[in-house]
């Protein structure tokens, strides 16, 4: 079941089964963060410590899919310690990637999406890790549980710039 | 639920299956195997006939014009009611049976046009932890709202409803609102027995039976409700279209829902005086076709036998919950009661600690469709101590061997997160 396999690749699994920066920090000085996914429950709860224009901690806590939870877990190895303005650009990049054109999904897929406007290219080999879940935009419905956790970061990191 | 069930003919679903044609189709080039009937069920092809024959032949405004076709939409309309009437032994079908555009829509017209009329501030509504939101946030909202008291009936570890307390919890209340059978857990609850103390509590008796309508044998009377709410795109008719059913005079001292044209006997610039019953409650331009698909879907379960399909699916789901720990074993786990009579097709379903979006993005690879998620039901996941389940459902289309691709499709989720 190869579309299966590209959807549940090995880093995936592994973020799955061992993740990281996994629990909460103190607040304060951190900031907390929920982020819910109505239909189905799946929860994201991510303690985020800014200082001096960086990320210089991020712990994941909530229950899910596979796919939200390594996504969670991906995401902190990524963004931990990183500047800001990386982060965010980084978020813009992954948020990009879940939202690809349909076009590009392969011929097998019916388009309806020509008014869609084509993404600006994006460099994904810089994504490292997070490029494993590129596979999710095949199965539509699990975008949201992918995204999950980006959308709580980017509204932790808008409610840290905004206290 | 009323009747027992013997059946000496059992259903022929291969036979039965070729009715409907979205069976014919394949997913990931295997069969489709639909276990989904929870939710939402599939339509046969009469019932997409009869539709189709409505809007090329018959299509008009109900209630308003003279000509021809305008009256013929409005006798298939009122024809419809009277079906639906009749199928669940409503004593008075042409005057008792509103047409809403779901169960859910049924169940806030009798919070909003019931509840705001005879409910007042500190009045008790009995409740259950198992109801749908549906049956919930109506309540919810009019608790806000005019400051009602809910009380709730608890479920025990078997998944039934846990009644020692009724009558304590039955005390002053106007009340009392239940699923008749629970859409994460199969329970079928004792409802006539719940009425019977309810109504010598003086409450009102609020039946959600969107599982239960399509899946029993209903008779109103029998079942002691004093409203019965149903959806059409679950007992085999189309979306679009709810039933609620009450007793003719709790209809008659209700105020009106949703006002527009068609619900008004009379209008001026500074009142208006409602249309009778059950016109009062449908405002607009209301689901025509809808409701001579739902005809056309009663005419079929008619004409299967609603004894045959209860016997089917219960036998059915007998082998379901046999299977699935025969052969799953320990990793497999159903939630609610054991197979019985009080036991209906719906199968919430954890394996190992595979997260139920995993399980069914796997099985959907076999083709099988099953919902993951809290089926509308959150606090019952609370109760459970899950945030969600698997949940497979059968109809009467569903045989053996859609059972044994489940798990096949259950067994092979080992080989992804083994």
């Known amino acids: 079941m190869p579309d299966l396999e590209e959807l549940y690749r090995e880093i995936i699994l592994d973020h799955y089964r061992s ?7 103190p607040v304060p000085p951190a900031h907390r963060v929920e982020g819910f996914n109505p239909l189905c429950g799946d929860e994201v709860v991510l303690s985020l410590e800014v200082a001096d224009g960086e990320l210089r901690d991020i712990k994941v806590a909530g229950s899910g899919c596979s796919i939200s939870q390594s996504s969670g877990s991906l995401m902190s190895a990524a963004v931990k310690g990183r500047p800001l303005s990386e982060v965010r650009e980084m978020i813009k990049t992954f948020k990009t990637m879940m939202t690809v054109h349909e076009a590009s999904l ?7 999406a020509e008014d869609a406007v084509d993404p600006e290219p994006l460099d994904f080999s810089k994504m490292g890790e997070l490029a494993a879940l590129q596979g999710v935009v095949k199965f539509p419905v699990r975008i949201k549980c992918a995204t999950l956790s980006w959308n709580a970061l980017s509204q932790g990191l808008d409610e840290v710039a905004s206290t | 639920m009323a009747h027992a069930v013997s059946v000496k003919d059992p259903l022929d679903v291969e036979v039965l299956r070729k009715d409907f044609p979205l069976l014919a189709r394949t997913v990931h080039d295997r069969p489709i195997v639909y276990l989904d009937s929870a939710s939402s069920s599939l339509q046969p092809r009469q019932v997409l006939a009869a539709m189709e024959q409505y809007y090329e032949t018959t299509h008009a405004n109900v209630h308003r014009g ?17 079906k639906v009437g009749r199928f669940i032994g409503a004593p008075d079908p042409k005057r008792e049976i509103v047409f809403t555009k779901n169960a859910t829509e049924a169940l806030n017209l009798v919070a909003n046009a019931w509840g705001r009329r005879h409910l007042k501030r500190g009045d008790a509504v009995v409740l259950t932890e198992m109801e749908h939101h549906s049956n919930l946030v109506p309540w919810l909202m009019l608790a806000e709202a005019i400051g009602i008291e809910l009380r709730y009936l608890p479920v025990d ?10 009558e304590r919890a039955l005390e002053g209340a106007r009340v009392l609102a239940v699923s008749a059978m629970s ?12 009425a019977e103390a309810a109504h010598a509590h003086g409450a009102v008796v609020v039946v959600d039976g ?3 309508v399509p899946h029993s044998v209903v008779d109103v009377k029998a079942l002691g409700a004093d409203f019965l709410a149903f959806s059409g795109h679950k007992m085999q008719g189309p979306t679009g279209i709810g039933v609620l059913w009450g007793r003719a005079e709790l209809l008659e001292d209700m105020a009106p829902f949703l006002g527009g044209g068609g619900m008004i006997l009379d209008v001026r610039l500074d009142r208006f005086t409602p249309a009778e019953i059950p016109w009062k409650f449908e405002a607009g331009t209301p689901p025509i076709a809808e409701a001579v698909g739902l005809a056309a879907a009663v005419d079929y379960l008619h004409g299967v036998g609603m004894e045959r399909i209860v016997a089917h699916e219960r036998l059915l789901t007998a082998y379901a919950i046999d299977a699935l720990h025969e052969r799953l074993g320990g990793d497999c786990r159903i939630y609610g009661p054991p197979a019985g009579g009080d036991r209906g097709g719906v199968l919430s379903i954890a394996y190992r600690d595979v997260h139920p979006h995993d399980l069914a993005q796997v099985l959907d690879q076999f083709g099988v469709c099953v919902r993951p998620g809290h089926h509308c039901a ?25 059972i044994d691709t489940l798990i096949e499709g259950l067994s092979h989720v080992g080989t992804v997160f083994g």
């Open chain 1, 19 to 25: 993740p990281r920066n996994r629990g909460e920090l």
């Open chain 1, 106 to 112: 392969g011929d097998d897929r019916t388009t309806g």
């Open chain 2, 66 to 82: 003279v000509y021809a076709t305008a009256e013929g939409a409005t006798e298939l309309y009122e024809g419809a009611r009277r």
């Open chain 2, 157 to 166: 570890a078997d998944g039934r409803l846990e009644l020692d307390g009724l």
């Open chain 2, 183 to 194: 859409n994460v857990l199969g329970t079928i609850n004792p409802v006539p027995t719940m």
């Open chain 2, 210 to 212: 969107a599982q239960s």
């Open chain 2, 378 to 402: 959150k606090p019952l996941m609370h109760r459970l101590g899950v945030n969600a389940t698997a949940r497979a459902s059968v109809g009467l289309y569903n045989d053996e061997a859609d």
